[in-house]
C-alpha cells in the first residue's frame, strides 16, 4: 500500500526525523493559508501516489501566499501520470546546498534488508542508477541482527556524501530503519535527502509503501489506504469489480489465469522466455461467463496490450464457459 508524501512526512517526524514544516490543502485558499502562517515562502506539491512530480510540473515554489494560491489553482486537477491531483502539501521552501538520496527497502535475492545512499540524490536518480550505478551505495542488513554501526560508515563513506555531515545522516538512517520495522514497510525513502545552506540535514521528500500483508496489524495505516488514489484508472475498475488485477507498466502481454499461483507462475514463463506482462488477473473459481468478459476487456483498456496470454486449468472454472466468455 502506498501513502502520500504529507503523511509519510508525518510518520517520519514521529520518529525524529527532520522535515520541513507544512500541512495538506484541497483548495488554492487553503494553500495560500498555509503558505501565509509558513512565512509567505513556500513549496507547492503534487499529493499523488507516483513518483517524478517535480519533472511532471507537480511541484512548484511560490514567494507568497498570493502566488502559493495560483500555483495551487495550477496544481490541483493535474493529471500526473494517470492520476489527478485531489490536494497539495503547502510546505516551507528550503534553501537546498545538496542533494542526497536515501533508501530502505528490501532484497528478496539477498533475503536482507538493504540500506541504499548516494550524494547524486534528487529527481534524476534513476538515470544515476542507469548510468552511474558506483554512485550508489548499498549495504545489506541482516533482519534478525538489525542495523550495525560499521554499515552506517560503510555507506557514509562509499555513498560520496559529505562526512562532515556524518553524525546527522547516521542518525537519520538509524530513525528510518526503526520506523521502517515498527509500521511494516516495504520501502522507506527519503529523495532528496538535503543538506540545506544553513547546513542542516532534513527530508524534503518522503515516500513509504506498507507491506500489505502487514495491514491486519497496522490499523492506523490501513486507515491510509485510497482506492482511486492508491491505483491507476483501470486498477480502480477492477476493485470497484471485485476483480482481481493487477497493472505492471511496460508490458504488452496481457495475462489471464485462474489462481493466484498459476497466474503469477505464468508471469514468470512469460518473463522467462523474454516477454513483459502487462498484468496480473485471476479469473477466480466462481466466474460466469460474464465475468469472463469483463475481465478481458478490463485487460483490453491498455492499448500496450497486443496480445493475452490464457492459461486456464480446468476443474476449478468450468473451461467451456471460459471458452463462451471469449
Ligand atoms: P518528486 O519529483 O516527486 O520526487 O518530488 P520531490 O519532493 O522530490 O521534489 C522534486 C524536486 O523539487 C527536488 O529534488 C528539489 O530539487 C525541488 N524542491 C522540492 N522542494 C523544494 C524546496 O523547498 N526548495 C527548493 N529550492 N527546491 C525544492
Ligand atoms: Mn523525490
Redesign the pocket.
Known sequence: MKIH?YQAKDIFASYGIPV?AGRVAFTPDEAAAIAAELGGKA?V?AQVHV?????AG??K?ATTPEDAREKASQILGMDIKGLTVQKVLV??????AQ?YYLGLTMDRDARKLVLILSAS???DIEEVAAKTPEKIAKVHIDPLIGLQEFQLKRAIFRSGVDVSKAKEIKGIIRKLFTCYLAIDASLAEI??LVVTKAGEVIA??AKINIDDNALYRQPELEKLLEVGADMDAIEAEAYHKGIAYVHLSGGNIGVMGNGAGLVMTTMDVISRAGGKPNNFLDIGGAATTEVVENELMLILKDPDVKGIFLNVFGGIVRCDMVAEGI
Do not use: F, T, Y
Open positions: 508524501e520541513p513549496v506539491k513518483g517524478g512530480r517535480g519533472k507537480g511541484v515554489l510546505s516551507q521552501a528550503v534553501d537546498i542533494e540524490g534528487g529527481v529523495n532528496p524534503l521528500d
